[in-house]
C-alpha cells in the first residue's frame, strides 16, 4: 500500500506558477513509479506528467511540455509538479497517483490515489 497526500494549488493568476507536492508513504513508495494526472475542462481524467520508480526519467503529455516539470525526492518520498505559465485551460483538479513496485512510468496501472486539489487559474 501507498498512501498519498497532495498539497499546494490554489487560485493562481495566468501566467504565474504553482508548486505542487505529493508526500507518499508505504512500505514501497520508493519503488512506485509517481504521476500527477489532471482533470480539466469536464474531460476525463489524464495523465499529465511521471516519473519512473528509479527517477531517472519522466514523461510529460503533449500539452504540458514545456511547462510542468515533475522530479521526486527520494530522501524525503515527495514528488513535485512545478507548473509554469498557467493559463485557464489549466484550471482542475490535479491528483497524485502511484504504482504498485516497478511498474510502468507512462502505463502504469496506477492503483494509489490521493484525494486531489484544485488548481484555479484567473485570467
Known amino acids: 500500500q501507498v498512501a498519498l497526500v497532495e498539497s499546494g494549488g490554489g487560485l493562481v493568476q495566468a501566467g504565474g506558477s504553482v508548486k505542487l507536492i505529493c508526500a507518499a508513504s508505504g512500505h514501497y513508495a520508493g519503488q512506485a513509479a509517481m504521476a500527477w494526472f489532471r482533470q480539466i475542462n469536464g474531460k476525463e481524467r489524464e495523465l499529465a506528467a511521471a516519473?519512473?520508480?528509479?527517477?531517472?526519467?519522466?514523461y510529460y503529455t503533449d500539452a504540458v511540455k514545456g511547462r510542468f516539470t515533475i522530479s521526486r525526492d527520494y530522501d524525503t518520498n515527495t514528488v513535485t509538479l512545478q507548473i509554469n505559465n498557467l493559463n485557464p485551460h489549466d484550471t482542475g483538479i490535479y491528483t497524485c497517483s502511484a504504482t504498485r513496485p516497478y511498474g510502468t512510468m507512462a502505463t502504469g496501472p496506477y492503483e494509489f490515489w490521493g484525494q486531489g486539489i484544485h488548481v484555479t487559474v484567473s485570467s
Open positions: 516519473a519512473s520508480w528509479s527517477g531517472g526519467n519522466t
